[in-house]
């Protein structure tokens, strides 16, 4: 089963997501275990009130310490908000997100409730 990795993410973040596709991770809350998890792709947990959820999922090129670098990204149709809690990242599996792999980066919607 293939994994994704949910980082909770505060708005002065944004840029480093959206426009160099780099996600930070606090060392002070542990290393990724990505291989071990089989986590692939990577959502950042928007902690904004205006902003607050997940927009979008993220294929993980490469993670070097913790600087996880991001290449193609996916829009969430349904607005995921089932972050247990927003001081730690998470694991969850590809498909409470709604979608399957087709190629290794790419992914595809797909309703499991139907």
């Known amino acids: 089963m293939i994994n994704v990795i949910v980082v909770p993410e505060k708005e002065k973040f944004i840029e480093d997501v959206s426009h160099e596709n780099i996600v930070w991770i606090n060392k002070a809350l542990g290393t990724p275990n990505l291989k071990g998890r089989n986590a692939k792709y990577l959502v950042p947990f928007w902690c904004t009130d205006e902003n607050r959820g997940a927009k979008r999922i993220y294929h993980i ?23 247990g809690q927003y001081r730690k990242f998470e694991y ?7 979608f399957v792999e087709v190629k290794d980066g790419f992914l595809i919607p797909y309703d499991f409730e139907k």
């Open 61 to 83: 090129l490469d993670i070097e310490d913790n600087e996880i670098t991001l290449g193609n990204s996916f829009i969430i149709e349904k607005e995921w908000n089932k972050m």
């Open 92 to 98: 969850h599996s590809l498909e409470s997100f709604n």
